[in-house]
Every structure is written in structure tokens, then in C-alpha cells.
T-cell receptor
Framework: QQQVKQSPQSLIVQKGGISIINCAYENTAFDYFPWYQQFPGKGPALLIAIRPDVSEKKEGRFTISFNKSAKQFSLHIMDSQPGDSATYFCAASSGAGSYQLTFGKGTKLSVIP | NAGVTQTPKFQVLKTGQSMTLQCAQDMNHEYMSWYRQDPGMGLRLIHYSVGAGITDQGEVPNGYNVSRSTTEDFPLRLLSAAPSQTSVYFC???????????FGPGTRLTVT
């Protein structure tokens, strides 16, 4: 059973456009939602994260929007740049002291000039 | 700090061979974990450890063993490699901020 569903699988955006990646979760015990960015040949790296007590978090060109009632969250990349081309993973964790992350299947973003 | 290091970077095994993937971190993190990454499957947790001497299974533990004798090291053992274990393996560590896991550069394993 896949607990975090991510879409789309791949995304092509023009430079300067907005990239949007969506995730939905089933487990209501999840209480932390990070996004990881992975460049080819590298390990994933934490990009931005949100708790369900806020509806939006912004860091530079990256914004997470969170809808608790719909059990959905999304990553928006404003003014997308070719350097943003990477694979993005949403994830979720639950429970006090829990270190386990459940990842979505990933979205390969290509930003074309 | 070197962060999380993994060796080897690449490995080719024949079916039935055994090997150990090494992982070390120099950040004094208590939590360490192993993931495998397969195309279209995301990252799946194999085993994890919340401290020296403590390990537990993740989502896909079959065919893999782990031990944690020190805070720094968390090796992953394949006792009898199978083609289904062809994958990219990532080790990660974390301090108390539970979502912030630091990943190593990965080991690409091919089993023929």
C-alpha cells in the first residue's frame, strides 16, 4: 500500500515558468512533510518542509502548500531555472520520536531554456 | 565534516555472492538508515537504527542484514545476492530533527 502518492511522474517547464508537484497521503498520523531534491548521481537533499499546523511555507522560490482536510500538499517552484532540473521527492513522517520517512515515487523536473 | 560517506561507489556481483556496503557519518547522529532506490519506485526503507546496538526493519528488509556497533558506522550486508537486489543504495543519518536526513552519495549495485 503506497502511503504517499506523488504526481506527475515527469514534468517539463520553460525557464521562468511555475513548476507544480502534488502529493497526497492516506495516513492521518503523518505530521511532518519534507521535500527532497536529487540531482543525477547524488543523494537526495532536504529542500523544504512543513508541519500541518500551517497552510503554506515559502523559502525563496520554493513554496509548500498544505491542505490538511484534503490530505494533500504540493511544491511550487516559481521562476523555474535550468538549475532546478532534478528529481523531487515528497515525504512524510509520523509520531513523536519517529525517524522513518515514507517517500513518494518522485517527479523528474526538466526546465528548458 | 565529511558528512555521510559510502563505499564502494559501484559494485558488480554474481548471484549468490555476498558483500557489505559500508556507511559512515561523522556528525554524531544517533539515527541511521538504508534505502534502496529503483526507477519509478522512489526510496524504500530497508533497515534503520536509532542508536548503537539498536536496529529495526523497514519496508523491504528481506535479503539484507545490518548491525550498529558504533555511532559512526552502519554497514549493510547482502548474504546471498539476487538480481532483484540490483539497485542504488543510499545511507542516511539524522540528528534530533526527525525529518532532516542527510544522505550519502549512494552505491550502485548490479547483480548478474
Amino acid at each position: 500500500q503506497q502511503q504517499v502518492k506523488q504526481s506527475p511522474q515527469s514534468l517539463i517547464v520553460q525557464k521562468g515558468g511555475i513548476s507544480i508537484i502534488n502529493c497526497a497521503y492516506e495516513n492521518t498520523a503523518f505530521d511532518y512533510f519534507p521535500w527532497y531534491q536529487q540531482f543525477p548521481g547524488k543523494g537526495p537533499a532536504l529542500l523544504i518542509a512543513i508541519r500541518p499546523d500551517v497552510s503554506e511555507k515559502k523559502e525563496g522560490r520554493f513554496t509548500i502548500s498544505f491542505n490538511k482536510s484534503a490530505k494533500q500538499f504540493s511544491l511550487h517552484i516559481m521562476d523555474s531555472q535550468p538549475g532546478d532540473s532534478a528529481t523531487y521527492f515528497c515525504a512524510a513522517s509520523s509520531g513523536a520520536g519517529s525517524y522513518q520517512l515514507t517517500f513518494g515515487k518522485g517527479t523528474k523536473l526538466s526546465v528548458i531554456p | 565534516n565529511a558528512g555521510v560517506t559510502q563505499t564502494p561507489k559501484f559494485q558488480v556481483l554474481k548471484t549468490g555472492q555476498s558483500m557489505t556496503l559500508q556507511c559512515a557519518q561523522d556528525m554524531n547522529h544517533e539515527y541511521m538508515s538504508w534505502y534502496r532506490q529503483d526507477p519509478g519506485m522512489g526510496l524504500r526503507l530497508i533497515h534503520y537504527s536509532v542508536g548503537a546496538g539498536i536496529t529495526d526493519q523497514g519496508e523491504v528488509p528481506n535479503g539484507y542484514n545490518v548491525s550498529r556497533s558504533t555511532t559512526e558506522d552502519f554497514p549493510l550486508r547482502l548474504l546471498s545476492a539476487a538480481p532483484s537486489q540490483t539497485s542504488v543504495y543510499f545511507c542516511a543519518s539524522s540528528s534530533g530533527v526527525r525529518h532532516e536526513q542527510y544522505f550519502g552519495p549512494g552505491t550502485r549495485l548490479t547483480v548478474t
